[in-house]
């Protein structure tokens, strides 16, 4: 997120972290308004935690970091992220 911040100023960034119930509260505020974000940062954790509500929602690019995470492509993580609604990944 600060990196965000710090090379694209102009962007709306949603960070998801925290428990169960505040990712969910995080999410009601900020995803029912198409335009309250341009860019959302979570954990790979809290993706796969999340699964359901992160795959309802159609994005238009994925972009992962930290490759380490999905190397094996054999893996649940990387069976799950390809499921996604993405139009780029």
Not at 1 to 20: Q, T
Request: proline residues 2%; charged residues 30%; contains cysteine.
């Amino acid at each position: 997120e600060m990196e965000l911040k710090k090379w694209a100023p102009g962007l709306k960034v949603l960070s998801i972290y925290g428990s169960r119930a505040e990712r969910i509260a995080q999410r009601r505020k900020c995803w029912k308004n198409p335009d309250a974000f341009h860019v959302c940062v979570a954990s790979y954790s809290v993706v796969l935690q999340d699964l359901a509500a992160f795959r309802r929602r159609r994005w238009y690019y994925m972009i992962l970091d930290e490759a380490q995470h999905i190397k094996n492509f054999r893996s649940r993580r990387w069976q799950e992220l390809v499921k996604f609604n993405t139009q780029r990944r």
